[in-house]
């Protein structure tokens, strides 16, 4: 049955051009990872996060951390699509990334297909030509 595919932000939501990009993967009968989707949503996801201590550490783990950001997600509405994988859009920083996508795999049953648009060069963060992975598959094959 075609349905919504929520896809959560962070920092920043797609740009038309990404947009185009990922509908081509995602939405429709010949999506290059065809999951039932007719039509993308963006959500917002409230970015209240804590903050790193005076030496960029923070008290909690990354799991727990991950618990904190469960309801961040659900106030942008991740409990719809539970039983469901949902499009996940890389925010710049790559722990936060790693935090988001281990906490909506916990509240959808599913890893996320990821927008990703920033990637390591020489130690950089560099914005770049989004590319679309499923994250699910790349678990199922570990």
């Known amino acids: 049955m075609p349905h919504l595919l929520s896809c959560y932000y962070l920092d920043e939501p797609l740009t038309e051009q990404e947009l185009q990009f990922v509908h081509q993967a995602l939405?429709?009968?010949?999506?290059?990872f065809p999951n039932g989707a007719s039509a993308l949503l963006q959500k917002r996801?409230?970015?209240?996060?804590?903050l790193p201590d005076t030496d960029g550490n923070y008290v909690q783990s990354?799991?727990?951390r991950a618990e904190g950001v469960r309801a961040n997600l659900r106030h942008a509405?991740?409990?719809?699509?539970?039983?469901?994988?949902?499009?996940?859009?890389?925010?710049?920083d790559s722990d936060w990334d790693a935090i988001?996508?281990?906490a909506i795999?916990?509240?959808?049953?599913?890893?996320?297909?990821?927008?990703?648009?920033?990637?390591d060069e020489g130690g950089q963060r560099t914005r770049g030509a989004v590319r679309v992975v499923n994250t699910e598959?790349?678990?199922?094959?570990?």
Request: glycine share 10%; hydrophobic share 50%.
């Open 100 to 102: 988001f996508q281990f």
């Open 77 to 92: 509405g991740i409990r719809a699509d539970n039983g469901r994988q949902v499009l996940w859009v890389m925010p710049r």
């Open 45 to 50: 996801v409230p970015a209240v996060l804590p």
């Open 137 to 142: 598959i790349l678990l199922r094959g570990l």
């Open 105 to 119: 795999r916990e509240e959808t049953g599913f890893a996320p297909f990821v927008a990703q648009r920033w990637f």
């Open 62 to 64: 990354r799991e727990e």
């Open 27 to 32: 939405v429709g009968p010949w999506a290059r």
